[in-house]
Structure formats: structure tokens, C-alpha cells
């Protein structure tokens, strides 16, 4: 390297520190940085005329409020320094709407919906003998045998757990619950004219903090399927859904759904109303966020409290 080169490559070098540093003061003096994870809501599915799906001697309103209540008391256990918000902790109902308006009004760093699956019975057609049929066939009566089935249902075998987060088809309700709710986006510092005109910071910020909650997300999915196997449940995985929860992506928070299993499924059903069944749920679901918490927590110092 000349001489030249290096004075070149050092005045480069010291043009991008000093735009990065401009860049940073820029930032930090005017976006609100979340602070860890401090509050989690919590939303049992469904409630009042809404029942959600329905077992046969149970239904998933009162399965999800009883986790999620439980699940309230367990994070409050594992980490007193948290929170909690509750959608709802009796039996009422809320159109999602409002549910989200609860949620972004609480100022929620996380969103949990509870919820059960249900999966419709299985059709069976049994062959059991044969009929004679008389018909006429010009004058003459004549006889032939039809094959006679019998049909029943039985439940259907589908069980397991499932944890989604909003479907990348979404993502732009996302966005627009970004810059509607989230604090770190929707900075009172930027002039109302300014945000109409699309705000470039705005606009990278809105970028920055989707992709930041996606991963989140999509890491506490995995962390609570995970904490479900331990426990010995089948795991159903993590996914992207595109529709029916409509609510993750009109939280401007990262949020997952978690089915808790199939209350269509009788020895499910079974575990899902059982005392053991709900305690184990919700202490895995705990056990996750506390991870995802230290995790983020974790970041969050080594980058000097950023
Ligand atoms: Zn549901």
C-alpha cells in the first residue's frame, strides 16, 4: 500500500466513523429504545358468546382462560420483575379488535395468545351385507342385491402442540400497527407533517423493528415447541399462519399463538382439562419467555444498554 493509499484509506475510514457516530447520536436522540422485556400480555382466546371450539364434554374458551391465568401466575413466579397485562380473566367476550386496542394500549413487549386446536371427526363407511331390491324390468319383477354401508364418525386421532407467529403476507398490518402503537417508531419527537411524508428514519425504523420482532418471534415459537418435547408432547412446530390470527399482526409487539393441543382428541382433552395438564402448559410457556427474556436482556447489555 503508497502512502497516498494509506492517507486515502484512512480519511475513508475516518469519513464512516464520523457519519456512523452522527448516524447513532441521530438515533439514540431521537427513537425511544425499548427496555427489555418488562410487560407481557397475555390473551385467552375466545370468551363469553365466543366459545372457540368445543370437546366433548369441554369447550376452548374455558381452557384457554384457566391457562392463561395459571400462566400469569408462572411468569409472575419465575420473574417477579415482569408484568402482566390480561386481554381478559373472566368469561367475556371481545372482538379481536378491541383485544389488540387492549394490548397496544398496555404498551405490551411481548404477546401471548392461548388457544386449542380442533381437528373435525373421521368419516368411515362400513360394508355390512347385502340388500335384495325388486324392479320391474317390462312386465316381468325381477330382483338384484345392493351393497348396504353403514356410516359413523369417530374422533379424530390429530394431536399435539403448535405455536404460530403472523404470516409474511402480513407483514405490511404489521408495519402500520408499528407506526400506529410502538414507541419506538411512533416518536412524538417527529412531526405529524413529517410522518405523512414518509419520514425516511421512520420508515428504516419501521423496517429495523419488523424484522427485529419476526425473529424474536420465530425464536420464542421455537423455544416454547421446545419446552413442550421436554415435557413429552408432540410437537406440531412452529409456523407462519396466514389466516385466523388476525390479531398477531395488529400488535405492534412481537407475538406468537400457542395451540395447546387438540381438544377434539379425548385423551387430550383429557390433559388439557387436567390440573397436571395446565400447570405443565403453562410452566413451559414461562420457562420460554424467561429464556427469550435473558436472551434479549443478554443483547441488550452487551451493546450498551441498546
Ligand atoms: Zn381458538
Known amino acids: 500500500m ?3 493509499n494509506k492517507i ?3 480519511t475513508t475510514l475516518s469519513l464512516l466513523m464520523c457519519i456512523a457516530a452522527t448516524h447513532t447520536k441521530k438515533s439514540t436522540g431521537n427513537v425511544k429504545q425499548k427496555q427489555g422485556v418488562k410487560r ?7 370468551g363469553g358468546v365466543d366459545i372457540g371450539a368445543r370437546g366433548s364434554y369441554s369447550n376452548e374458551k374455558t381452557i384457554s382462560l384457566q391457562v392463561a391465568l395459571k ?7 419465575q420473574m417477579p420483575d415482569v408484568e402482566v397485562y390480561m386481554t381478559r380473566t373472566t368469561d367475556i367476550f371481545d372482538n379481536p379488535k378491541v383485544k389488540a386496542n387492549k394490548a397496544n394500549a398496555a404498551k405490551g413487549d411481548l404477546f401471548i395468545a392461548i388457544h386449542c386446536n380442533d381437528a373435525g371427526p373421521i368419516r368411515h363407511s362400513e360394508f355390512v351385507g347385502y340388500k335384495t331390491v ?4 317390462g312386465k316381468k319383477w325381477k330382483t338384484r342385491q345392493e351393497k348396504q354401508y353403514r356410516t359413523y364418525t369417530t374422533p379424530n386421532p390429530a394431536k399435539g402442540t403448535e405455536t404460530f407467529i403472523w404470516g409474511v403476507g402480513k407483514n405490511e398490518q404489521k408495519a402500520q400497527a408499528l407506526r400506529d402503537f410502538d414507541e419506538s417508531v411512533n416518536d412524538s419527537t417527529i412531526a405529524e407533517e413529517n410522518k405523512k411524508m414518509n419520514d425516511p428514519e421512520q420508515i428504516a425504523m419501521v423496517s429495523l423493528k419488523m424484522s427485529q420482532y419476526a425473529e424474536r418471534s ?5 423455544s416454547v415447541q421446545d419446552e413442550f418435547v421436554k415435557v413429552g408432547r408432540v410437537s406440531r412446530e412452529a409456523k407462519q399462519r396466514q389466516v385466523g390470527i388476525w390479531v398477531l399482526q395488529a400488535v405492534a409487539m412481537p407475538a406468537i399463538l400457542v395451540e395447546l393441543g387438540f381438544i377434539s382428541n379425548p385423551e387430550e382433552e383429557e390433559y388439557l382439562n387436567s390440573e397436571k395438564g395446565q400447570n405443565e402448559l403453562s410452566e413451559c410457556i ?3 419467555v424467561r429464556a427469550y427474556k435473558a ?12
Do not use: C, P, W
Open 2 to 4: 503508497t502512502l497516498f
Open 8 to 10: 486515502l484509506s484512512f
Open 40 to 46: 407481557v400480555v397475555i390473551d385467552a382466546g375466545h
Open 71 to 77: 400462566l400469569e401466575q408462572e411468569i409472575k413466579k
Open 134 to 137: 325388486k324392479y320391474k324390468k
Open 218 to 222: 420465530r425464536n420464542l415459537a421455537f
Open 286 to 288: 414461562a420457562r420460554a
Open 295 to 306: 436472551n434479549i436482556e443478554n443483547k441488550m447489555s452487551s451493546n450498551g444498554g441498546k
